[in-house]
């Protein structure tokens, strides 16, 4: 499948990669560049593979409430929430973000992979429910601006103050003639925006956004470095580190699961999964070889985990990675080892997220 702006990265020369059934931009010029670029200026992503399910009417919060683990009645109109929505044994389905974009009107954001999944379960779980569920995905592009530069990209083509859009909070904005939802939120652990736009108008809005960032240092970013970006952040990938047999807590995302709500989707599974055996942690490296995703984690010569991501951190200049071990080996300080294909590698757990912008 491609997105409204395939052409346009043709046009760019982009390096294409399989992503969940979509041709993607894996990188335009090098990965490292477009990591560096977004950490220190600026990158504008097209994310318009993933999904966009539109809930509406007087039960949509209460629908939401039953259908994930959250408690989105608890959202007030123009902010926004991570979540997740899982099945009934506690299994993760997919990690997402819903906006509520009015008292009746949420949109739910899901992975490319999951999104045709989400949007089936969605309509299941609010059949009980006053609320229309409509999965907006094929009509809707998504363009991402991400860094510290960001702010000032925006603001010079919209029609918004955005130093009033808070972190996790969304607003509808013009950009020139373009009707936009700017949200600030990402996956890059920087300073962004998120502008959701009806399809069509892609090719244009790519266009402004590109020439008002040329004075700000912006450059097109693909997948690869929105990769490194997110891990460098400590941001969960669903497939690596999230996945239908691990649950929210296993993740050690169970702040996410509100248990005061009556009832949800996988309560009952997730009340007796709530002290897992083992942990997700975040790994740092002494050397240059880093582990990668399906390497094994070794407590002395004893394989005890997995690494669900890892790599040379552009911005720290030293290994990184994500993994699953034993609870009783995730205490920060705990030295541990990791199979690199045959060499066996020193690491050590470390609080995440890895980097911090200031």
């Known amino acids: 499948m491609h997105t409204a702006l395939y052409g ?33 200026a600026a990158g504008l992503f097209d994310l318009s593979h993933m999904g966009e ?9 209460e629908a939401l409430d039953y259908a994930l683990v959250g408690k989105l009645s608890a959202v007030k109109p123009g902010r926004a929430r991570y979540t997740m929505i899982c099945a009934e044994d506690g299994g993760v389905l997919d990690d997402l973000v819903v906006y509520r974009l009015a008292e009746e009107r949420f949109l739910v954001v899901a992975n490319a992979g999951n999104a045709p999944l989400v949007a089936s379960e969605l309509s299941a779980r609010a059949a009980k429910y006053d609320v229309a569920v409509y999965d907006a995905s094929a009509d ?37 003639d373009h009707d936009v939802l700017l949200a600030r939120t990402g996956y890059t ?49 669903y497939g690596n580190e999230l996945s239908r047999e ?16 009556p009832d949800f989707v996988g309560k009952a599974a997730l ?5 897992p055996s083992r942990t997700l942690v975040g790994l740092r490296g002494s050397g240059r ?21 890892g790599a040379l951190s552009p911005t720290l200049g030293y290994p990184v990675a994500l993994a699953y071990v034993p609870t009783e080996l995730s205490g920060v300080g705990t030295s541990l080892s990791v199979d ?8 050590e757990v470390v609080p995440t997220p890895f980097y911090q912008r200031a």
């Open 140 to 176: 809707t592009a998504l363009i991402a601006v991400q860094g510290p530069n960001s702010a000032a990209i925006v603001a010079a083509e919209s029609d918004v103050d955005v130093a009033d859009l808070r972190y996790y909070a969304s607003m509808p904005a013009k950009v020139r």
């Open 246 to 261: 691990l649950t929210p807590f296993e993740a050690g995302l169970g702040r996410v699961v509100k248990f005061e709500k």
């Open 289 to 309: 070889r880093a582990p990668r995703h399906g390497y094994k984690v070794l407590d002395g010569s004893r394989e005890v985990g997995e690494v669900t991501s």
């Open 53 to 61: 399910i539109e809930l509406t009417g007087p039960q949509a919060a």
């Open 8 to 40: 346009v990265h043709k046009g760019l020369h982009a390096l294409f990669t399989d992503f969940a059934g979509w041709e993607m931009p894996v990188r335009y010029s090098s990965e490292l560049a477009e990591h560096r670029a977004v950490r220190e």
């Open 189 to 237: 652990g920087e300073d962004g925006f998120e502008l959701y736009a009806p399809a069509s108008e892609a090719v244009e809005l790519w266009r402004l956004l590109t020439a008002a960032g040329e004075p700000h240092g912006l450059v097109p970013a693909g997948l690869a470095c929105r990769d490194t970006l997110r891990l460098e952040a400590g941001m969960p990938l």
């Open 271 to 275: 009340e007796g999964r709530r002290e």
């Open 340 to 347: 690199v294909r045959g060499r066996v590698e020193p690491v």
